[in-house]
């Protein structure tokens, strides 16, 4: 079997019904980036920042995996060692569709963080920043997101994989944030073909191998069998 790396991004949870980031009426059209994907946005207000991810964390309790995630798990299943699912995406839909190993390189919407002693834990519907860390008991309770200037998570991991990989499929992002925006290309300096699935046009659409535009929920599942 082929080694493949499938990025996704908010475009593979839209169907479940959660918003993207820059589509027309997305996150930040209603929020400033800067004010809730920051650690200094976090630092000035972190009631503001508890109250954006525990909105989120309500409406990906109350969403379901889509056609998308169910076919991406079924792969990852099959595939064993040779697929691995990078995701930009903080929700838990791929797991509860049942896809095993998922990298959350920004991070989980439905685990807290320490910032004082550096412990994870399964968040409760409502986080605040008084919340007293499980381990240590300080209260630096964070969600455990990467923000915008913070270093994205497994980066290590998915470079190796990335040297190896047969094929890089990227769906559903705008391909707008580094480092994950560059990885198709690193992808196919190491001789990877590239695949992009997505509604409309990337910012690095045309540079991809192959493009299947459409909605994820559509196309994936085609894709995937
Ligand atoms: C970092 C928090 C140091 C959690 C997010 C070059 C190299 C490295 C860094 C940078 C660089 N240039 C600039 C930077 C800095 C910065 C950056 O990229 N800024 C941008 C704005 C220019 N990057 C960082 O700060 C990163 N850290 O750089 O550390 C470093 C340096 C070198 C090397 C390594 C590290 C940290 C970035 C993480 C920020 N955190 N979120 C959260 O709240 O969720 S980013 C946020 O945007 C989300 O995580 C999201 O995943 C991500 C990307 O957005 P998309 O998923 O693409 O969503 P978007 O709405 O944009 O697009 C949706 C797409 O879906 C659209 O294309 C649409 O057409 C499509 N779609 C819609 N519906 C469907 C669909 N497709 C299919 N089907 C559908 N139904």
């Not at 079997?1 to 479940?16: F, N, T, W």
């Not at 699912?85 to 963080?113: C, F, K, S, W, Y």
């Not at 412990?119 to 630096?140: G, T, V």
């Not at 699935?197 to 659409?205: A, G, M, R, T």
Request: charged share 20%; with cysteine.
């Amino acid at each position: 079997m082929d080694k493949i790396v499938i990025l996704s991004g908010a475009g593979l949870s839209a169907e479940s019904g959660l918003g993207t980031f820059r589509d027309v009426g997305g996150l930040w059209s209603e929020y400033d980036l800067e004010d809730v994907a920051t650690p200094q946005g976090f630092a000035r207000d972190p009631a503001l920042v508890h109250g954006f991810y525990n909105a989120r964390r309500a409406n990906c309790r109350a969403a379901k995996p889509n056609a998308a995630h169910a076919a991406l798990a079924r792969l990852a299943k099959a595939g064993g060692p040779d697929v691995l699912l990078v995701t930009q995406n903080i929700d838990d839909l791929l797991e509860r569709a049942g896809a095993p190993g998922v990298v959350h390189m920004h991070g989980e919407l439905m685990r807290g963080l320490c910032a004082a002693c550096g412990h994870r834990w399964d968040a409760p519907p409502e986080m605040a920043s008084d919340d007293p860390c499980p381990a240590c008991s300080a209260q630096a309770t964070r969600p455990d997101v990467v923000w915008f200037g913070e270093y994205p998570y497994h980066l290590d991991q998915i470079a190796d994989a990335l040297a190896q990989c047969d094929l890089f499929v990227s769906i559903g992002t705008s391909g707008s944030v580094y480092p994950a925006a560059g990885f198709f290309a690193e992808a196919a300096v190491h001789g990877a073909r590239t695949l992009e699935i997505n509604l409309d046009p990337s910012d690095n659409s045309g540079r991809f191998d192959e493009a299947r535009m459409g909605p994820a929920g559509d196309i994936v599942p085609r894709w995937v069998n």
